[in-house]
């Protein structure tokens, strides 16, 4: 069954009368299920929110929804015995990218992002790549690919700044007769290569929640300007600056865009007072299920 005709498995909206609302329990659902499951859609009735509050999760599917890393629907990782791994790379990559987009606006006058690359190895990219690899791991493609690559940018960035090593930015200033542009315009091209990338996965969003079709709506403009800013080059041969702070605020709302579907992800009944609203898309599979819409009516 789908989610269009359940629309209370969704975990930003409190579920609809007669599945367990106001400690009320429907007992065609108990006849589904084991005792244990059947305990825990009484708790659940009792606390009256949460994905799978008041359903058998071995036959639904979950809605769309930025805070598992997932734009479609897939199954429920409930019976498996991981826990969601999204929340951590999305708080890892916003992390490092709310540190080097302060930068790039030149925030405390520090013009050299030298101490991104710390975070760049440890954090946006080794545990990054380890979420994206337990996305894997629980059947998530969508989160795989986009946490996996995400991490794999942060390793290369900092492969890229970090000082002796490979010295990529020294050779290529070198090759340029100690000027800066042949660095800046490979940059440039290293940037707008992720600016494609990340327009792929856009489009994999637009199905999905406003939360998490803004977070890579952010971090597309953040790239596209970055690249330009790059490749675009000032009266002395340098990165054009203002366009660089644009990409660079731009990066700062990706991070506390990719902080907030974090948020959604990591809270619930257990740990929250509340729930993180994601807002749905109105033609999204969820939000046809608000407006009541049938199969036959959504084709």
Known sequence: MSTEHNPAIEKDISPSPGNGVNGTYDN???SQMTREEE???RAAARFGYGPLSHVNTKEYNLPPFGG????????????RKFANPAPLGLCA??????????????ARDITAPN????LAFGYGGLVQLLAGM?????????GATALSSYGGFWLSFAIVLTPGGFNIEGLL??????????FANSFGLFLMGWFIFT?????????????FFLLFFFLDLAFLLLGIGYLLHDAKGKPSTPIIKAGGFFGLMAAFTAWYNALAGIADSSNSFFVIPVAHFPWSPTGQARRGKTERETV
């Open 28 to 30: 065609t659902i108990a």
């Open 39 to 41: 305990n825990v859609a």
């Open 68 to 79: 598992e890393f997932q734009p479609g629907l897939y199954k429920s990782v409930e019976k």
């Open 93 to 106: 990559f916003a992390l490092t990218t709310f540190v080097l987009s302060c930068i790039n606006m030149g």
């Open 115 to 118: 101490i991104v690359v710390a």
């Open 134 to 142: 337990w996305e894997m791991a629980v059947g998530n493609t969508f």
């Open 173 to 182: 200033i070198q090759a340029d007769g100690n000027g800066a542009s042949m």
């Open 199 to 211: 327009t792929i996965l856009l489009f994999c969003t637009l199905r999905s929640t406003v939360a």
